[in-house]
């Protein structure tokens, strides 16, 4: 027989309970784990930032999702949503609405395949520079011999209009809320208040109107004759945009673009809006001027990663809602002044 070692614990050596060998496991483990998912976090967050700058700078990639119908040709819808302004200034913004509809548009207008695009605009308007922009896409997709109707739906004011001018047709959703030809500028003077609280503005310049708009001081009458004149030739550039589009002459649009609001009914009698119907009754009139007898119907998406998901959503930014909130800065800037065509209820 085979003589067995026995291993006898040295004097005054404890065992060490199974428990406390759990318990370290248990943190070990748990330590490894945060530590994989603050490396993955730092990773990420890098990532993000980089693919998101350039999906900024560079052209985003679209799939197209069918809708419905059926056929060789295809009517794509490209929403238009929010206020009209380059909200892609930071890695943390998500969408940038020049940079997604110009894609959309020009992604349209490559393909053979696509007849029309219907641009569904629910919007009270935004930037003068960015409403013009996107007038000028719209136009550009016009002039390719491809079709382009607008389909309002809720509110399509100010530059909502001024970008749905250039159109092929404008159909309207019975309950729309359209017009609002005009131009704002406005900000707020806090000079009173800063006497009140014993702050005073301490500023050099070059020229006399170099700080024009300041709101630290009173205006001059002749600093308010120079901001009269640039609002009074966008809203001119506003004025010749809605004539051409709408084959009104300038008489006729002057006459009701005093910054008034019009309802799906009136804009049809005024001539802004060609007629009033849902969006199956703009894919049909798409369709008839397109001269299709049938068309399948599609949209373009991006496709969303799990690392979108899960930061750049983070911080994202909805305009309108900041300015509901009374935060002017993200949409106006931090000097509160801000050329817009918008439909704004104070």
Not at 45 to 73: C, D, H, M, P
Not at 120 to 133: E, H, L
Not at 313 to 325: S, T
């Amino acid at each position: 027989m085979e003589d067995k070692m026995v291993v006898t614990p040295l004097k005054g050596q404890k065992k060490v309970p199974g428990w406390v060998w759990a318990v370290f496991t248990v943190f070990f483990v748990m330590v490894l784990i945060f530590w994989i998912l603050g490396v993955g976090l730092v990773f990420l967050v890098r990532e993000a930032q980089t693919s998101f700058t350039e999906s900024i700078e560079g052209e985003q990639k679209y799939l197209e999702a069918y809708v419905s119908g059926s056929g060789s040709k295809k009517i794509v819808l490209i929403p238009l949503r929010g206020i009209i302004m380059d909200s892609g200034k930071t890695p943390w913004k998500r969408v940038n609405i020049i940079k997604d509809v110009s894609e959309k548009l020009e992604k349209a207008r490559a393909d053979e395949s696509v007849a029309a695009v219907i641009l569904q605009v629910d919007s009270p308007g935004g930037g003068v520079t960015a409403s013009d922009i996107l007038a000028d896409k719209v136009r550009e997709f016009r002039d390719s011999g491809k079709i382009i109707v607008v389909s309002m739906e809720d509110i399509a004011a100010s530059g909502a209009y001024y970008i749905s001018a250039p159109s092929n047709y404008i159909m309207a959703h019975p309950t729309t809320i359209t017009g609002s030809i005009g131009v704002l500028m406005q900000g707020f003077n806090v000079r009173g208040l800063l006497e009140k609280v014993g702050v005073e503005d301490v500023t050099f310049k070059s020229g006399s109107m170099k700080d024009i708009l300041s709101p630290a001081r009173k205006m001059t009458e002749e600093e308010k004759e120079v901001i009269q004149r640039v609002v009074d030739y966008m809203y001119r550039r506003f004025i010749s945009i809605v004539a051409e589009g709408r084959n009104l002459s300038l008489k006729q649009v002057e006459a009701i673009a005093d910054a008034r609001i019009f309802t799906s009914d009136e804009a049809v009698l005024l001539g802004l809006v060609d007629s009033i119907g849902f969006i199956d009754d703009a894919i049909e009139v798409t369709k008839k001027l397109a001269e299709l007898e049938e068309a399948r119907i599609i949209c373009y998406k991006t496709e969303s990663t799990l690392r979108e998901l899960l930061l750049l959503r983070i911080g994202q930014i909805n305009p309108l809602a900041e300015v509901m909130n009374g935060k002017f800065s993200e949409v106006f800037g931090s000097g509160g002044f801000r050329l817009m065509y918008l439909w704004k209820v104070n």
